[in-house]
């Protein structure tokens, strides 16, 4: 008798459990679920790509040296010189 009533309450809570799911599931269709899936997985891959810190192409210094700069989310970017365009001769246009 013992082992009669704990068999009885696991079997009442899994079905009680059981039920839940689908209850809800009848609720919303399948495409709605589908669909609202997907958006959350875009808006995860959205925010881990956001997170990923974006660097600048590398400069070599005449000395040798390599730097590669981070890029600063919302910074206005800064136009690159070219070699021999700045030598501070003649007008600037």
């Not at 399948?30 to 990923?52: K, W």
Request: proline share 10%; glycine share 8%.
């Amino acid at each position: 008798m013992s082992i009669v009533k704990p068999t009885i309450f696991l079997l009442g809570l899994s079905l009680a459990v059981a039920a839940g799911p689908v209850r809800a599931a009848s609720e919303e269709a399948p495409a709605d679920t589908i669909e609202r899936g997907a958006q959350l997985v875009i808006d995860g891959l959205r925010a881990f790509f956001a997170a990923i810190p974006q660097y600048e192409p590398p400069e070599v210094l005449p000395n040798g040296d390599i730097i590669i700069r981070r890029v600063k989310p919302g910074a206005p970017k800064q136009e690159e010189k070219k070699s021999g365009d700045d030598d501070n001769k003649g007008l600037k246009l």
